[in-house]
């Protein structure tokens, strides 16, 4: 996992260097900047593996910075923040953040949380010559990272794909919370449900079609999430 760079965005000193310094001790190659237009320019210049990025950045916010980066190609994205209210975690999702740290932290943690969001991508650039999954209606590109409802393209962050992607490939069977936290994240903890909860909440918004049926993910109350078999009278089933 060393050798990857990654890009701080922190306008905060201290915290700066003490994220470089753990990030640097673990074989990273890092950069610091302090805001949210030298983030945007370095990103477009240097393409790193990994951004950690502030929330409360001084006028361009984390979460703007965090949209901008993302608006041409999906790039791993670590939020810091100082606030611990669930709804700014929600926020930092649904622009595109890989995982959340709720300051503060611990370099331990900090380094954890990297290895695992770097784990993601290697086992995601593995995936090339992955079989597209068809459900129903619905086509699951692990390869191409696209989710297709007949012709038409559904936008989902990196994180939503991965869990349709994981409940998708065994339809039928319940995958609990833990174990969505466990395949998607790479570690699970104490909020863990909530969070999987929002992001699935997500997906069926995105899904959703009023004239076509099913309601691809059904909930398994007290336990977690099964994507819905296919009894065979659909033309697209079974593969």
């Not at 339809?171 to 903890?189: A, E, I, N, T």
Request: with cysteine; charged share 35%; proline share 4%.
């Amino acid at each position: 996992m060393t050798g990857r760079d990654i890009l701080v965005v922190e306008d905060e000193e201290d915290i700066a260097e003490a994220v470089r310094a753990r990030l640097a001790s673990e074989g990273y190659r890092v950069r610091v900047v302090s805001d949210g237009p030298q983030a945007i320019e370095a990103v477009a210049k240097e393409r790193p593996d990994l951004v950690v990025l502030d929330l409360m950045l001084p006028g361009m916010d984390g979460l703007e910075v965090c949209r901008e980066i993302q608006r041409d190609e999906w790039i791993p994205v670590l939020m810091l923040t100082a606030r611990t209210d669930e709804a700014d975690k929600v926020a930092g999702f649904a622009v595109g953040a890989d995982d959340y740290l709720t300051k503060p932290f611990s370099s331990r943690e900090l380094a954890a949380r990297v290895r695992a969001i770097i784990r993601r991508m290697e086992r995601i650039s593995g995936m090339a010559a992955t079989e597209p999954i068809t459900r129903f209606d619905l086509t699951v590109d692990a390869a191409r990272r696209r989710v297709l409802r007949g012709d038409e393209e559904i936008s989902l962050t990196p994180l939503e794909f991965e869990i349709l992607l994981a409940l998708a490939r065994s339809p039928g069977v319940v995958l609990s919370r833990d174990h969505l936290m466990d395949r998607v994240w790479g570690y699970r903890d104490y909020a863990g449900g909530r969070v999987v909860d929002s992001h699935v909440a997500r997906i069926r918004r995105k899904l959703k079609d009023e004239a076509a049926e099913p309601n691809y993910i059904r909930t398994v109350h007290g336990v977690g999430y099964a994507f819905k078999e296919d009894d065979g009278s659909s033309p697209h089933g079974g593969r």
